[in-house]
Protein backbone atom coordinates (compact mmCIF):
# COMPACT_ATOMS: atom_id res chain seq x y z
CA UNK A 1 0.00 0.00 0.00
CA UNK A 2 1.17 3.43 -0.22
CA UNK A 3 2.41 5.58 2.75
CA UNK A 4 1.37 8.96 3.13
CA UNK A 5 3.43 11.55 1.58
CA UNK A 6 5.46 13.69 3.73
CA UNK A 7 7.80 16.97 2.18
CA UNK A 8 10.99 18.55 4.31
CA UNK A 9 11.89 22.12 3.32
CA UNK A 10 15.49 21.35 4.03
CA UNK A 11 17.06 24.31 4.87
CA UNK A 12 16.50 27.72 7.00
CA UNK A 13 17.65 31.34 6.43
CA UNK A 14 21.02 30.55 8.89
CA UNK A 15 22.23 28.12 7.62
CA UNK A 16 26.10 27.94 8.02
CA UNK A 17 27.52 29.71 4.77
CA UNK A 18 30.30 26.83 4.46
CA UNK A 19 29.40 25.40 1.72
CA UNK A 20 28.45 21.42 3.22
CA UNK A 21 24.57 21.55 2.56
CA UNK A 22 24.52 19.36 0.52
CA UNK A 23 26.94 17.04 1.78
CA UNK A 24 24.80 17.26 5.15
CA UNK A 25 21.29 16.46 3.00
CA UNK A 26 23.21 13.54 1.02
CA UNK A 27 24.42 11.83 4.35
CA UNK A 28 20.60 12.35 6.38
CA UNK A 29 18.97 10.69 3.25
CA UNK A 30 18.42 7.19 5.02
CA UNK A 31 17.16 8.71 8.27
CA UNK A 32 14.73 10.82 6.69
CA UNK A 33 13.59 8.05 4.35
CA UNK A 34 13.00 6.15 7.83
CA UNK A 35 11.36 9.06 9.67
CA UNK A 36 8.97 9.12 6.33
CA UNK A 37 10.07 11.78 4.70
CA UNK A 38 9.68 11.40 1.05
CA UNK A 39 10.43 14.67 -0.53
CA UNK A 40 12.49 17.80 -0.46
CA UNK A 41 12.90 20.72 -1.32
CA UNK A 42 15.76 22.53 -1.38
CA UNK A 43 17.03 26.06 -1.67
CA UNK A 44 18.09 27.60 -4.60
CA UNK A 45 20.24 26.27 -6.80
CA UNK A 46 22.15 28.95 -8.80
CA UNK A 47 24.85 31.67 -8.46
CA UNK A 48 23.83 34.55 -6.28
CA UNK A 49 25.82 37.60 -5.37
CA UNK A 50 28.25 36.11 -2.95
CA UNK A 51 29.23 32.73 -1.67
CA UNK A 52 26.95 33.72 1.42
CA UNK A 53 23.54 34.72 -0.60
CA UNK A 54 21.16 32.44 -0.04
CA UNK A 55 20.09 32.09 -3.44
CA UNK A 56 17.43 34.70 -3.91
CA UNK A 57 19.68 37.30 -4.81
CA UNK A 58 20.56 35.31 -8.30
CA UNK A 59 23.09 35.75 -10.24
CA UNK A 60 23.52 33.20 -13.26
CA UNK A 61 20.75 31.01 -13.87
CA UNK A 62 23.61 28.22 -15.30
CA UNK A 63 25.96 28.28 -12.87
CA UNK A 64 25.14 26.04 -10.17
CA UNK A 65 28.60 25.82 -8.13
CA UNK A 66 30.99 25.59 -11.08
CA UNK A 67 32.32 28.57 -12.50
CA UNK A 68 34.58 31.22 -10.23
CA UNK A 69 32.32 33.81 -10.36
CA UNK A 70 31.08 36.46 -7.49
CA UNK A 71 34.30 35.44 -5.43
CA UNK A 72 33.03 31.69 -5.14
CA UNK A 73 33.37 28.31 -7.63
CA UNK A 74 30.54 26.95 -4.94
CA UNK A 75 27.27 28.58 -4.23
CA UNK A 76 26.41 28.73 -0.23
CA UNK A 77 25.17 25.07 -0.31
CA UNK A 78 28.41 23.20 -2.17
CA UNK A 79 29.68 22.75 -5.56
CA UNK A 80 27.79 21.38 -8.41
CA UNK A 81 29.14 18.04 -8.52
CA UNK A 82 28.21 17.99 -4.17
CA UNK A 83 24.57 18.69 -5.68
CA UNK A 84 24.44 15.85 -7.85
CA UNK A 85 25.83 13.36 -5.86
CA UNK A 86 23.24 14.57 -3.41
CA UNK A 87 20.33 14.32 -5.71
CA UNK A 88 21.41 10.69 -6.78
CA UNK A 89 21.51 9.55 -3.53
CA UNK A 90 18.33 10.88 -2.11
CA UNK A 91 17.15 9.22 -5.24
CA UNK A 92 17.89 5.80 -4.63
CA UNK A 93 16.97 6.04 -1.53
CA UNK A 94 13.61 6.94 -2.63
CA UNK A 95 13.30 10.71 -1.68
CA UNK A 96 12.21 13.21 -5.08
CA UNK A 97 13.87 16.21 -4.53
CA UNK A 98 12.44 19.65 -5.41
CA UNK A 99 14.61 22.40 -6.70
CA UNK A 100 13.28 26.06 -5.58
CA UNK A 101 13.89 28.28 -8.67
CA UNK A 102 13.62 31.87 -8.55
CA UNK A 103 12.61 33.44 -11.94
CA UNK A 104 11.40 37.21 -11.00
CA UNK A 105 14.67 38.85 -10.61
CA UNK A 106 18.56 39.54 -11.31
CA UNK A 107 21.15 40.75 -9.00
CA UNK A 108 24.84 41.48 -9.07
CA UNK A 109 24.84 42.77 -12.85
CA UNK A 110 28.39 42.33 -14.05
CA UNK A 111 28.37 45.99 -15.97
CA UNK A 112 26.11 49.04 -15.48
CA UNK A 113 23.92 50.73 -18.73
CA UNK A 114 22.26 54.21 -19.31
CA UNK A 115 18.58 53.94 -20.22
CA UNK A 116 15.58 55.91 -19.87
CA UNK A 117 13.10 55.06 -16.73
CA UNK A 118 10.16 56.97 -15.28
CA UNK A 119 10.02 56.95 -11.24
CA UNK A 120 7.01 55.15 -10.16
CA UNK A 121 5.13 55.57 -6.55
CA UNK A 122 6.13 53.17 -3.95
CA UNK A 123 2.68 52.65 -2.75
CA UNK A 124 0.98 52.08 -5.98
CA UNK A 125 3.29 51.19 -8.96
CA UNK A 126 1.06 52.54 -12.05
CA UNK A 127 1.27 56.09 -10.67
CA UNK A 128 4.10 57.86 -12.46
CA UNK A 129 6.10 60.33 -10.32
CA UNK A 130 8.45 61.81 -12.47
CA UNK A 131 8.95 62.25 -16.33
CA UNK A 132 11.51 60.11 -18.64
CA UNK A 133 15.05 60.84 -17.55
CA UNK A 134 17.83 58.47 -17.78
CA UNK A 135 19.48 56.78 -15.06
CA UNK A 136 22.41 54.36 -14.91
CA UNK A 137 21.74 51.15 -13.49
CA UNK A 138 22.82 47.17 -12.85
CA UNK A 139 21.48 45.40 -15.83
CA UNK A 140 24.48 44.23 -17.87
CA UNK A 141 24.97 40.31 -17.03
CA UNK A 142 27.74 39.03 -19.81
CA UNK A 143 28.73 35.74 -17.33
CA UNK A 144 32.64 36.24 -18.34
CA UNK A 145 34.09 33.76 -16.21
CA UNK A 146 31.45 30.92 -17.80
CA UNK A 147 32.41 32.16 -21.34
CA UNK A 148 28.99 30.97 -22.63
CA UNK A 149 29.33 27.57 -21.48
CA UNK A 150 25.49 26.26 -21.78
CA UNK A 151 23.74 29.15 -22.85
CA UNK A 152 25.18 32.59 -24.39
CA UNK A 153 22.14 34.66 -23.78
CA UNK A 154 23.31 37.86 -22.58
CA UNK A 155 21.09 40.27 -20.17
CA UNK A 156 20.38 43.68 -21.19
CA UNK A 157 17.96 46.85 -19.77
CA UNK A 158 15.78 45.49 -22.55
CA UNK A 159 14.90 42.69 -20.56
CA UNK A 160 14.14 43.92 -17.46
CA UNK A 161 11.01 46.47 -17.01
CA UNK A 162 12.48 47.73 -13.51
CA UNK A 163 15.01 48.33 -11.12
CA UNK A 164 15.54 50.14 -8.07
CA UNK A 165 19.02 52.19 -8.00
CA UNK A 166 20.31 55.01 -10.48
CA UNK A 167 24.39 54.48 -9.65
CA UNK A 168 24.60 57.88 -11.24
CA UNK A 169 22.55 59.88 -8.65
CA UNK A 170 23.16 57.39 -5.79
CA UNK A 171 18.98 57.13 -5.75
CA UNK A 172 17.15 54.74 -4.56
CA UNK A 173 13.39 54.13 -5.40
CA UNK A 174 11.31 52.17 -7.96
CA UNK A 175 12.26 53.27 -11.41
CA UNK A 176 9.98 51.52 -14.40
CA UNK A 177 12.11 51.27 -17.38
CA UNK A 178 11.29 52.81 -20.64
CA UNK A 179 10.90 50.99 -24.08
CA UNK A 180 8.25 49.98 -27.02
CA UNK A 181 5.63 48.19 -25.15
CA UNK A 182 7.59 48.60 -21.84
CA UNK A 183 5.06 48.45 -19.26
CA UNK A 184 4.58 46.58 -16.16
CA UNK A 185 3.75 42.78 -16.49
CA UNK A 186 -0.58 42.45 -16.20
CA UNK A 187 -1.61 39.48 -14.49
CA UNK A 188 0.48 39.44 -11.42
CA UNK A 189 -1.10 40.20 -7.90
CA UNK A 190 -2.58 43.48 -7.43
CA UNK A 191 -1.12 44.71 -4.81
CA UNK A 192 0.56 48.67 -4.71
CA UNK A 193 -0.89 48.93 -8.02
CA UNK A 194 0.79 46.20 -9.54
CA UNK A 195 3.34 44.17 -7.88
CA UNK A 196 4.98 43.12 -10.88
CA UNK A 197 8.13 44.95 -8.75
CA UNK A 198 9.79 43.33 -6.31
CA UNK A 199 13.23 43.83 -5.98
CA UNK A 200 16.98 43.63 -8.00
CA UNK A 201 16.45 44.00 -11.89
CA UNK A 202 12.82 43.08 -12.23
CA UNK A 203 12.61 40.21 -15.23
CA UNK A 204 9.99 41.54 -18.18
CA UNK A 205 8.29 38.64 -19.13
CA UNK A 206 6.64 40.53 -22.00
CA UNK A 207 9.91 39.91 -24.12
CA UNK A 208 9.70 36.78 -26.05
CA UNK A 209 13.82 36.37 -25.84
CA UNK A 210 13.16 36.49 -22.01
CA UNK A 211 10.55 33.40 -22.25
CA UNK A 212 12.34 31.62 -24.97
CA UNK A 213 15.71 31.90 -22.26
CA UNK A 214 13.95 31.21 -19.31
CA UNK A 215 12.25 28.20 -20.57
CA UNK A 216 15.43 26.93 -22.09
CA UNK A 217 16.53 27.14 -18.34
CA UNK A 218 14.16 25.32 -16.78
CA UNK A 219 14.48 22.28 -19.24
CA UNK A 220 18.60 22.30 -18.95
CA UNK A 221 18.10 22.61 -15.32
CA UNK A 222 15.92 19.60 -14.90
CA UNK A 223 17.78 17.89 -17.27
CA UNK A 224 21.23 18.59 -15.70
CA UNK A 225 19.92 17.79 -11.90
CA UNK A 226 17.74 14.81 -12.64
CA UNK A 227 15.48 16.20 -9.91
CA UNK A 228 11.70 15.03 -9.74
CA UNK A 229 10.34 18.82 -9.19
CA UNK A 230 10.21 22.50 -8.85
CA UNK A 231 9.31 25.20 -6.40
CA UNK A 232 8.57 28.36 -7.74
CA UNK A 233 9.40 31.69 -5.73
CA UNK A 234 7.39 34.60 -5.86
CA UNK A 235 5.14 33.72 -8.64
CA UNK A 236 2.53 36.53 -7.30
CA UNK A 237 5.19 38.92 -9.04
CA UNK A 238 5.34 37.05 -12.40
CA UNK A 239 2.56 37.06 -15.31
CA UNK A 240 0.99 33.84 -14.47
CA UNK A 241 0.27 33.22 -18.22
CA UNK A 242 4.10 33.01 -17.82
CA UNK A 243 3.68 30.88 -15.41
CA UNK A 244 1.34 27.99 -16.86
CA UNK A 245 3.36 28.31 -20.26
CA UNK A 246 6.87 27.43 -17.81
CA UNK A 247 4.87 24.65 -16.21
CA UNK A 248 3.70 22.98 -19.66
CA UNK A 249 6.56 23.34 -21.21
CA UNK A 250 8.91 21.64 -18.82
CA UNK A 251 6.52 19.16 -18.48
CA UNK A 252 5.97 18.39 -22.14
CA UNK A 253 9.98 17.49 -22.06
CA UNK A 254 10.17 15.90 -18.10
CA UNK A 255 7.03 13.97 -17.78
CA UNK A 256 3.36 15.06 -16.55
CA UNK A 257 5.10 13.36 -12.95
CA UNK A 258 7.29 16.53 -12.72
CA UNK A 259 5.87 18.34 -9.61
CA UNK A 260 5.42 21.85 -9.50
CA UNK A 261 4.96 23.83 -6.43
CA UNK A 262 3.60 27.51 -6.34
CA UNK A 263 4.74 30.36 -3.46
CA UNK A 264 1.62 32.35 -3.95
CA UNK A 265 1.69 34.75 -0.38
CA UNK A 266 -1.44 35.90 -0.31
CA UNK A 267 -3.39 35.17 2.75
CA UNK A 268 -7.08 35.64 1.01
CA UNK A 269 -8.51 32.28 -0.22
CA UNK A 270 -10.21 33.93 -2.87
CA UNK A 271 -7.04 35.36 -4.65
CA UNK A 272 -4.75 31.65 -4.18
CA UNK A 273 -8.39 29.77 -5.76
CA UNK A 274 -8.38 32.11 -8.62
CA UNK A 275 -5.00 31.97 -9.32
CA UNK A 276 -4.94 28.21 -9.36
CA UNK A 277 -8.07 28.65 -12.02
CA UNK A 278 -5.68 31.02 -14.15
CA UNK A 279 -2.91 28.26 -14.34
CA UNK A 280 -5.42 25.79 -15.06
CA UNK A 281 -4.87 23.76 -11.54
CA UNK A 282 -1.29 22.68 -13.06
CA UNK A 283 0.67 22.98 -9.68
CA UNK A 284 0.46 23.10 -5.76
CA UNK A 285 0.11 25.98 -3.75
CA UNK A 286 1.31 26.62 -0.43
CA UNK A 287 -1.72 27.26 2.06
CA UNK A 288 -0.52 30.49 3.06
CA UNK A 289 -3.88 31.04 4.37
CA UNK A 290 -3.49 28.17 6.62
CA UNK A 291 -0.60 29.43 7.71
CA UNK A 292 -1.93 32.62 9.44
CA UNK A 293 -4.40 30.43 11.04
CA UNK A 294 -1.68 28.85 12.98
CA UNK A 295 0.10 32.10 13.33
CA UNK A 296 -3.30 33.93 14.70
CA UNK A 297 -4.13 30.83 17.02
CA UNK A 298 -0.99 31.09 18.46
CA UNK A 299 -0.69 34.04 19.46
CA UNK A 300 -4.64 34.52 21.00
CA UNK A 301 -4.55 31.87 23.15
CA UNK A 302 -7.64 30.43 24.46
CA UNK A 303 -9.55 33.09 22.57
CA UNK A 304 -9.36 31.65 19.50
CA UNK A 305 -12.24 29.03 18.47
CA UNK A 306 -10.51 26.17 16.94
CA UNK A 307 -13.39 24.69 15.53
CA UNK A 308 -12.66 27.30 12.56
CA UNK A 309 -8.92 26.39 12.50
CA UNK A 310 -9.80 25.12 9.06
CA UNK A 311 -11.97 27.57 7.75
CA UNK A 312 -11.35 29.91 4.70
CA UNK A 313 -7.96 27.65 3.74
CA UNK A 314 -6.96 26.02 0.78
CA UNK A 315 -6.49 22.64 2.41
CA UNK A 316 -10.66 23.02 3.24
CA UNK A 317 -11.57 24.23 -0.48
CA UNK A 318 -8.61 22.69 -2.43
CA UNK A 319 -6.66 20.12 -0.83
CA UNK A 320 -5.71 18.43 -3.48
CA UNK A 321 -3.63 21.70 -4.48
CA UNK A 322 -2.75 22.67 -1.24
CA UNK A 323 0.76 22.13 0.63
CA UNK A 324 -0.09 22.78 4.32
CA UNK A 325 3.33 24.13 6.16
CA UNK A 326 3.65 26.00 9.91
CA UNK A 327 6.36 27.67 9.47
CA UNK A 328 9.37 28.76 6.80
CA UNK A 329 12.64 31.06 6.29
CA UNK A 330 10.29 33.61 4.92
CA UNK A 331 8.32 33.78 8.49
CA UNK A 332 10.85 33.02 10.76
CA UNK A 333 11.93 35.51 13.50
CA UNK A 334 13.39 38.60 11.88
CA UNK A 335 12.73 37.66 8.00
CA UNK A 336 10.54 39.05 5.64
CA UNK A 337 7.62 37.79 5.96
CA UNK A 338 8.19 37.04 10.09
CA UNK A 339 4.97 35.76 11.26
CA UNK A 340 6.33 32.75 13.44
CA UNK A 341 4.28 30.40 15.52
CA UNK A 342 4.46 30.53 18.98
CA UNK A 343 6.21 27.23 20.82
CA UNK A 344 3.27 26.11 23.02
CA UNK A 345 0.99 25.57 19.44
CA UNK A 346 4.14 24.58 17.06
CA UNK A 347 3.17 20.93 17.78
CA UNK A 348 -0.29 21.24 17.29
CA UNK A 349 -0.13 23.12 14.29
CA UNK A 350 2.04 19.74 12.83
CA UNK A 351 -0.65 17.72 14.13
CA UNK A 352 -3.41 19.70 12.41
CA UNK A 353 -1.15 19.31 8.83
CA UNK A 354 0.35 15.49 9.33
CA UNK A 355 -2.53 13.74 11.05
CA UNK A 356 -5.15 14.54 8.57
CA UNK A 357 -6.45 13.20 5.30
CA UNK A 358 -6.38 16.18 3.35
CA UNK A 359 -3.39 17.78 2.14
CA UNK A 360 0.50 17.65 1.63
CA UNK A 361 2.30 18.75 4.80
CA UNK A 362 6.04 20.33 4.24
CA UNK A 363 8.19 20.11 7.66
CA UNK A 364 10.45 23.32 8.14
CA UNK A 365 13.97 22.53 8.97
CA UNK A 366 13.94 25.36 11.38
CA UNK A 367 11.56 23.96 13.57
CA UNK A 368 12.34 20.14 13.24
CA UNK A 369 16.91 20.94 13.64
CA UNK A 370 16.66 24.61 14.46
CA UNK A 371 17.76 28.29 13.83
CA UNK A 372 20.58 29.84 13.46
CA UNK A 373 22.23 33.22 13.23
CA UNK A 374 21.96 35.71 16.14
CA UNK A 375 19.24 34.84 17.71
CA UNK A 376 19.27 30.55 17.90
CA UNK A 377 16.12 28.84 18.15
CA UNK A 378 16.17 24.97 19.38
CA UNK A 379 15.18 22.38 17.31
CA UNK A 380 11.73 20.55 18.36
CA UNK A 381 12.80 17.23 16.96
CA UNK A 382 11.45 15.20 20.04
CA UNK A 383 7.70 17.15 19.52
CA UNK A 384 7.80 16.34 16.36
CA UNK A 385 9.17 12.74 15.50
CA UNK A 386 6.24 11.42 17.32
CA UNK A 387 3.97 13.40 14.74
CA UNK A 388 5.84 11.81 11.72
CA UNK A 389 5.89 8.43 13.09
CA UNK A 390 1.81 8.56 13.76
CA UNK A 391 1.70 10.32 10.12
CA UNK A 392 3.97 7.02 8.56
CA UNK A 393 2.46 4.33 10.89
CA UNK A 394 -1.06 5.65 12.18
CA UNK A 395 -3.11 7.71 10.17
CA UNK A 396 -5.12 6.07 7.82
CA UNK A 397 -8.71 5.21 7.02
CA UNK A 398 -11.33 7.51 7.71
CA UNK A 399 -11.55 10.21 9.52
CA UNK A 400 -14.53 11.82 11.47
CA UNK A 401 -14.00 14.86 13.03
CA UNK A 402 -14.99 16.23 16.75
CA UNK A 403 -14.81 20.24 16.24
CA UNK A 404 -17.61 20.55 18.42
CA UNK A 405 -15.78 22.61 21.09
CA UNK A 406 -13.82 26.21 20.85
CA UNK A 407 -11.29 24.84 23.17
CA UNK A 408 -10.91 21.31 22.42
CA UNK A 409 -11.54 19.75 19.44
CA UNK A 410 -10.34 16.54 17.89
CA UNK A 411 -10.23 13.79 15.42
CA UNK A 412 -10.28 10.15 14.44
CA UNK A 413 -8.59 7.85 11.68
CA UNK A 414 -10.30 4.56 11.34
CA UNK A 415 -6.64 2.94 10.13
CA UNK A 416 -6.63 0.86 6.95
CA UNK A 417 -6.90 -3.11 7.21
CA UNK A 418 -4.09 -3.62 4.89
CA UNK A 419 -1.97 -1.73 7.70
CA UNK A 420 -1.86 -3.39 11.08
CA UNK A 421 -2.13 -1.54 13.90
CA UNK A 422 -2.94 1.71 11.95
CA UNK A 423 -5.77 4.60 13.13
CA UNK A 424 -5.07 7.35 15.57
CA UNK A 425 -7.21 9.23 17.70
CA UNK A 426 -5.82 12.81 17.76
CA UNK A 427 -7.07 15.85 20.53
CA UNK A 428 -6.23 19.71 20.51
CA UNK A 429 -6.65 21.77 23.51
CA UNK A 430 -5.89 25.57 23.55
CA UNK A 431 -7.41 26.57 27.01
CA UNK A 432 -7.72 23.43 30.01
CA UNK A 433 -6.58 20.21 30.61
CA UNK A 434 -9.92 17.74 28.88
CA UNK A 435 -11.27 14.67 27.31
CA UNK A 436 -13.52 14.00 24.83
CA UNK A 437 -15.47 10.71 23.78
CA UNK A 438 -14.96 9.64 20.46
CA UNK A 439 -15.47 6.45 18.04
CA UNK A 440 -12.98 4.15 17.04
CA UNK A 441 -14.94 1.33 16.24
CA UNK A 442 -16.47 -1.40 17.41
CA UNK A 443 -13.61 -3.56 15.97
CA UNK A 444 -11.65 -2.02 17.84
CA UNK A 445 -12.98 -2.81 21.52
CA UNK A 446 -10.59 -3.99 24.22
CA UNK A 447 -7.24 -2.43 22.50
CA UNK A 448 -5.78 -0.10 24.75
CA UNK A 449 -4.21 3.15 23.54
CA UNK A 450 -1.27 5.33 24.44
CA UNK A 451 -0.55 8.59 23.84
CA UNK A 452 2.11 8.79 21.04
CA UNK A 453 3.83 11.99 22.49
CA UNK A 454 4.13 10.79 25.74
CA UNK A 455 2.71 13.87 27.46
CA UNK A 456 -0.02 11.71 28.98
CA UNK A 457 0.83 8.38 30.76
CA UNK A 458 -2.55 6.71 30.69
CA UNK A 459 -3.64 3.76 29.16
CA UNK A 460 -6.75 4.03 27.62
CA UNK A 461 -8.76 1.11 27.11
CA UNK A 462 -11.65 0.79 23.91
CA UNK A 463 -14.70 0.10 25.07
CA UNK A 464 -17.39 -2.46 23.88
CA UNK A 465 -19.06 -0.02 21.75
CA UNK A 466 -15.88 1.24 19.78
CA UNK A 467 -15.89 4.63 21.82
CA UNK A 468 -12.98 6.03 24.49
CA UNK A 469 -12.49 8.92 26.03
CA UNK A 470 -9.42 10.00 25.21
CA UNK A 471 -7.43 13.34 27.16
CA UNK A 472 -5.25 16.05 26.88
CA UNK A 473 -3.07 18.31 28.17
CA UNK A 474 -4.64 22.34 28.27
CA UNK A 475 -2.28 24.22 25.67
CA UNK A 476 -1.48 20.96 24.00
CA UNK A 477 -1.94 17.97 21.86
CA UNK A 478 -2.16 14.26 22.27
CA UNK A 479 -2.47 11.18 19.48
CA UNK A 480 -3.82 7.94 21.02
CA UNK A 481 -3.21 4.50 19.03
CA UNK A 482 -2.12 1.11 19.56
CA UNK A 483 2.06 1.08 21.29
CA UNK A 484 4.61 0.40 19.53
CA UNK A 485 8.04 -1.02 21.03
CA UNK A 486 9.88 2.05 19.77
CA UNK A 487 9.30 5.22 17.87
CA UNK A 488 11.19 4.20 14.13
Not at 301 to 306: R, T, V
Not at 345 to 366: E, M, N, T
Request: some cysteine; aromatic content about 14%; proline content about 3%.
Amino acid sequence: MRRNHTMMQFFEWHIEADGTHWKRLQEMAPELKRKGIDSVWIPPVTKGQSAEDTGYGVYDLYDLGEFDQKGTVRTKYGTKQELQDMIEALSTHGIHVYVDVVMNHKGGADETEQFQVIEVSQEDRNEEISEPFEIEGYTKFTFPNRKDKYSAFKWRFEHFNGIDYDVKSEKTGIFRIVGDGKEWNDHVDDEFGNYDYLMFANIDYHHPEVQKEMIQWGNWLADTLQCSGYRLDAIKHIDYHFIKKFVDEVRKQRGEDFYFLGEFWVPELFACQTFLENVEYKLQLFDVPLHYKFHEASNAGADFDLTTIFDDTLVQTNPEHAVTFVDNHDTQPHEALESWVEDWFKQSAYALILLRKDGHPCIFYGDYFGIGGETPIEGKTEAIDPLLFARFKKAYGEQEDYFDNPNLIGWVRRGLEELERSGCAVLISNRDDGGKRMFVGEDRAGEVWVDLTGTRDEHIQIEEDGFANFLVNGGSVSVWALPEEELF
